[in-house]
């Protein structure tokens, strides 16, 4: 079975500055989807970055983008020029390309950002 | 601009006492999905219809039901709940099961 681990609870980042949130998943399958979601308090749950594990280059949303690391089986989120709407938990997931689509979550990390 | 409505955001409740939760999207999508999501963990998949095909988690409570009338809207039915069912239930669609999942806000439960 599949897992997902993010090993970090929280993290703090002074605004502006450059911050990672570190997965690792454990897979036997060689095809499938990474994700990084977003929810802030009280609000909507949302997708941030997709990665796709056939493609080597990593995925890149402005000031968010991954570092996949496909035979280390991890895929961080790093957060670039902090700003104080980024904070939120921060949740990785996966999801298998074939057969069970289910998204496997991890424990989720709470990022706070000082100001 | 809500693509995924949940209603009410709020939901105050007494032990024992049935509840539905109600869901409605704007997206045309053919799939609907319920999450349980406690404090600081991470959402817990409880069912989701392909359609009009239910597909339940094994582990999902009996006390827990759902229907999908039509493509747009889902409810999610606890007929007795429990103070254990105190949570942020989020719905979810999704275009086909391997698309992206788009979720609404949520509603929170509580039990009384």
């Known amino acids: 079975a599949q897992t997902v681990t993010q090993s970090q609870p929280e993290m703090s980042v002074q605004e502006a500055e450059t911050v990672t949130l570190s997965c690792t998943y454990d897979?036997?399958?060689?095809?499938?989807?990474l994700f990084w979601y977003k929810q802030p308090p009280s609000r909507q749950m949302i997708l941030v970055i997709r990665?796709?594990?056939?493609k080597q280059q990593n995925a890149t949303e402005n000031r968010f983008s991954v570092n996949f690391q496909k035979a280390a089986k991890s895929f961080s989120l790093k957060i670039s020029d902090s700003q104080l709407g980024d904070a939120a938990m921060y949740f990785c997931?996966?999801?298998?390309?074939?057969?069970?689509?289910?998204?496997?979550w991890g424990a989720g990390t709470k990022l706070i950002i000082k100001p | 601009d809500a693509m995924v409505i949940q209603n009410p955001r709020y939901q105050v409740t007494q032990f024992g006492k049935p509840v539905t939760l109600s869901c409605s999207q704007t997206?045309?999508?053919?799939?609907m999905y319920w999450y349980q999501q406690k404090s600081s963990q991470a959402p817990k998949l409880l069912f989701h219809?392909?359609?009009?095909?239910?597909?339940n988690e094994a582990d999902t409570p009996d006390n827990f039901q759902s229907r999908r009338p039509n493509t747009s809207f889902c409810f999610l039915d606890i007929r007795s709940p429990g103070l254990g069912d105190a949570a942020m239930y989020l719905c979810?669609?999704?275009?086909?099961?391997?698309?992206?999942?788009?979720f609404g806000d949520g509603t929170r439960l509580s039990i009384l």
């Open positions: 997931a996966y999801r298998s390309a074939k057969g069970n689509y289910q998204l496997i």
């Open positions: 897979t036997s399958e060689s095809d499938y989807y």
């Open positions: 990665q796709e594990a056939y």
């Open positions: 997206l045309n999508h053919n799939v």
């Open positions: 219809y392909y359609d009009k095909d239910f597909n």
């Open positions: 979810a669609t999704s275009r086909d099961t391997d698309q992206p999942q788009h």
